[in-house]
């Protein structure tokens, strides 16, 4: 009798992760905790984050971060959106061939947070057409009144963002990351502790590896 095997090519995929959440919900703290964590297992990582200095470093968009000065929001959305095509296909996408990607902040966070600021989120996704769903999207649910907790502890004594500055913007932002987020996402409680919401982490990742 001739015994027939079936053949199976198991090939790990590298894995996009991208953390959203209100400013101080714990998301550059379990980037971090998950990079950690997949180093030690010897997985090879890139971490980045959006917006990056493209947008951060423009005027329009300092005044705007800084003290709430704009003429145009759909230009400033716009700034955005470019920022995150060029991060994609130069930096996202090139370190995707190599490890998992962590990237603090994504197009979830534009989304809310122009949606905040009076954007259609019908225009946000138009622009934003082209960028790739991250295969896990972890999102870190804190109130307004906690992320303001918490960034004034951790920035004691520095100048806060405009929206930092008091809880009526996080409101907004908190909504409308709510109203938005895919199914597919991590929704976590982010009042926990860092190790209970790290281990629900990793308990998602092992889960979202998926093999051909
Ligand atoms: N689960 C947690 N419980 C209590 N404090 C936390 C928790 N996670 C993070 N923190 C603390 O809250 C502060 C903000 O955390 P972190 O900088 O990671 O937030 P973030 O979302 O990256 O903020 P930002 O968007 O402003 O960069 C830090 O001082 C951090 O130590
Ligand atoms: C993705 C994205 C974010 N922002 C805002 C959100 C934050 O308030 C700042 C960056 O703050 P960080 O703590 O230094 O990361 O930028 C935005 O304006 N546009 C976006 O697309």
């Not at 597919?184 to 051909?212: C, P, W, Y």
Request: hydrophobic share 40%; glycine share 4%; aromatic share 8%.
């Amino acid at each position: 009798m001739k015994h027939r095997y079936k053949r199976r090519i198991n090939t790990v995929k590298n894995l996009l992760v991208a953390f959203c959440g209100l400013d101080g919900s714990g998301k550059t703290t379990q980037l971090n905790l998950l990079a950690d964590w997949l180093e030690s297992n010897h997985e090879h990582i890139f971490k980045t984050r959006q917006p990056c200095d493209f947008y951060r470093q423009n005027d329009k968009v300092r005044a705007y971060l800084d003290d709430g000065i704009v003429t145009n929001m759909h230009g400033i959305a716009l700034l955005a959106a470019a920022d995150r095509q060029f991060h994609v296909s130069e930096v996202i996408e090139p370190n995707l061939q190599h490890g998992h990607v962590l990237c603090d902040r994504y197009l979830y966070s534009s989304i809310a947070f122009f949606k905040a600021r009076g954007e259609s989120v019908d225009y946000i996704k138009a622009i934003n057409k082209d960028v790739p769903e991250p295969d896990l999207t972890v999102f870190i649910d804190i109130s307004p009144e906690e992320a303001l907790r918490r960034i004034a502890l951790r920035d004691a004594g520095q100048k806060t963002l405009f929206e930092e500055q008091d809880t009526s913007v996080f409101v907004k932002v908190r909504d409308a990351f709510l109203e938005n987020i895919p199914s597919s996402a991590l929704i976590i409680d982010g009042t926990q502790s860092k190790t209970a919401i790290h281990n629900e982490i990793t308990s998602e990742f092992e889960k979202r590896r998926s093999f051909v």
